[in-house]
């Protein structure tokens, strides 16, 4: 759970695990981190559900990230790139890794499912993954947001097209299931959604 924010999606796939499963759920900003940890240990998921509080990126190391007033409704747009048009006043340093360097760290042997929610920071993200991603071919589920990709220079194309070229075919949710099917040469520079679906495997 790649910008795990207070960790809906993690709490969520810790249960579908089970006992046998393991989620990472990473989360730099440290007052969302302890608010996620909270609430994995709330729903007694410890021993599957694993908070890194640092980012997933291109490179290893630190990094300055935006991020909102601990009052603020929406505690999820934390950003790497940029600052949400002043919306984000706070920032500090956090350290960074790539899901490479991680997967090697952690002597990963399989990988099945990636939520990826990082405000504009997706493609790199993308760059620092590339090595895993064809190892363990795991399926993606990536928020595509226009106006954030354009802090990196990058539009919606670029990153629909990115994922193409790492493998994957990208489809529309519906209702939990496969959708349209997204392109990026049927694509609009700035195609937004909350969510696609990305897989390497074969699609009815």
Known sequence: DVGANLGE?????????????RVFAFEPVAGV??????????????????????????????????????AADNQGLAS????????????????????DQFASTQA????????????????????????????????LLIEISP??????????VDLVRCLEEAGYQIYQLRRGRAGRRITAAGLRPDFKTPNVWCTRQPVD
């Open 9 to 21: 999606l993690t709490l969520h796939m810790a249960a579908r695990g089970g006992r046998g499963g």
């Open 33 to 70: 981190y302890e608010r996620l940890l909270t609430h994995i240990a709330r729903n007694q998921l410890n021993d599957i559900a694993c908070p890194m509080r640092c980012a997933v990126s291109n490179r290893t190391g630190h990094a300055r990230i935006h991020f909102a007033e601990h």
């Open 80 to 99: 790497l790139v940029h600052d949400k048009h002043q919306r984000l006043p706070l920032s500090t340093e956090v350290p960074t890794t790539t899901l």
């Open 108 to 139: 990963l042997t399989r990988l099945d499912l990636i939520k990826i929610d990082i405000q504009g920071a997706e493609l790199l993200f993308l760059e620092g993954a590339a090595n895993t991603l064809r190892a363990f071919r795991p399926d």
């Open 147 to 156: 106006d954030d990709l354009q802090a990196t220079n990058r539009n919606s």
